[in-house]
């Protein structure tokens, strides 16, 4: 079956200018999740979607950056006014149900903000 | 602040021998544990687990030992192959909570 999908896959942009993210999930996996990976880092948790649930928005490191999830299927993350230090790799990934399944990944969007 | 630490970037290991790979974390709540591989241009998958009821996990070639009171966690790989070379990350979380993952390791299994 279809895995995690993430569109596109990299994504050049000048600093100031708006990028949006798109993952569709794995089909029926109600938990949706988006991770940023910089340079030499690990994977930063952004934002969690789990149902019909308020999103855990505990990770999104400015009101720069927001995440809706459509349907309960596709997630587009958008980051308004890019900066440099946005630079990174965005992934998605997906699970069953909650925290305690386990997640399935999508190959990422690498993004460069010259 | 890094809960946790793969304090390795990198690991060389000739086929057929065994691949240690480290992880340390520093929040004692932390009680499940992962280990995710992830291959150059790839979404990273998952490998292995251990919960914190547990001191050894193994699947196949993989063995993830867990020391609770050294709050460490090894993934040992034997014996290793080429298609082993890959990033492998480390990851907790506390029941119920996100996952906080290490920085990774780069392994590289040499034929």
């Known amino acids: 079956g279809a895995g995690v999908s993430q569109s596109p896959s990299n994504k050049v942009t000048e600093k100031g200018k708006d990028v949006e993210l798109r993952c569709d999930p794995i089909?029926?996996?109600?938990?949706l999740y988006w991770y940023r990976q910089s340079l030499g880092q690990g994977l930063e948790f952004l934002i969690y979607?789990?149902?019909?649930?308020?999103?855990?928005k505990s990770g999104l490191p400015s009101d720069r950056f927001s995440a809706e999830r459509t349907g309960g299927s596709v997630s587009t993350l958008t980051i308004q006014r890019t900066q440099q230090e946005d630079s990174a790799v965005y992934l998605c990934?997906?699970?069953?149900?909650?925290?305690?399944?386990?997640?399935?990944f999508g190959p990422g969007t690498r993004l460069l903000v010259l | 602040d890094q809960q946790v630490k793969q304090n390795s970037p990198s690991l060389s290991v000739q086929e057929g021998r065994i691949s240690i790979l480290n992880c340390d974390y520093t929040n004692s709540m932390f009680d499940y544990f992962l280990w995710y591989k992830k291959y150059p241009a790839e979404g990273p998958t998952f490998l292995i687990s251990?919960?914190?009821?547990?001191d050894k996990n193994e699947d196949g070639r993989f063995t993830v030992f867990l020391n609770k009171s050294a709050k460490h966690l090894s993934l040992h790989i034997v014996p290793s192959q080429p298609g082993d070379s890959a990033v492998y990350f480390c990851?907790?979380?506390?029941?119920?909570?996100?996952?906080?993952f290490g920085a990774g390791t780069i392994l590289r299994v040499k034929s």
């Open positions: 251990i919960s914190s009821i547990k």
């Open positions: 990934a997906s699970s069953f149900s909650g925290l305690q399944e386990t997640q399935y």
């Open positions: 979607f789990q149902g019909n649930s308020a999103p855990d």
């Open positions: 089909s029926g996996h109600t938990a």
């Open positions: 990851a907790a979380s506390e029941r119920g909570n996100k996952l906080v």
